[in-house]
Nanobody, 113 residues
């Protein structure tokens, strides 16, 4: 069973940056597609970015050019570098390993002046 632990969230001003990390355990991490999702208050949880086993990224239009997903298979970790943050990016961010219905506790990102 996979276990996920997200970290790196916080309060940042518009235009600022944050780097999220998610460490996975209990699986052969390099064998799976991994993604980042986010859930704003009162809204559904939506996918933000995914990264394939060969590190090919994909992004939703709302974050293209601002967010960068990457992975370090040696550390069982997926990252989300978030630049040029805007208030609409405020949400709890979660990582997910495709093929498992497991979520971590998430990490809160708040973009506000």
């Amino acid at each position: 069973q996979v276990q996920l632990r997200e970290s790196g969230g916080g309060l940042v001003q518009p235009g600022g940056s944050l780097r999220l990390s998610c460490v996975a355990s209990g699986i052969v991490f390099k064998s799976y597609v991994v993604g980042w999702y986010r859930q704003a208050p009162g809204k559904q949880r939506d996918m933000v970015a995914t990264i394939s086993r060969l590190s090919t990224p994909d992004y939703v239009d709302a974050v293209k050019g601002r967010f960068t997903i990457s992975r370090d298979n040696a550390k069982n970790t997926v990252y989300l570098q978030m630049d040029s943050l805007i208030p609409d990016d405020t949400a709890v961010y979660y990582c997910k390993v495709f093929g498992f219905d497991t979520w971590g506790q998430g990490t809160q990102v708040t973009v506000s002046s």
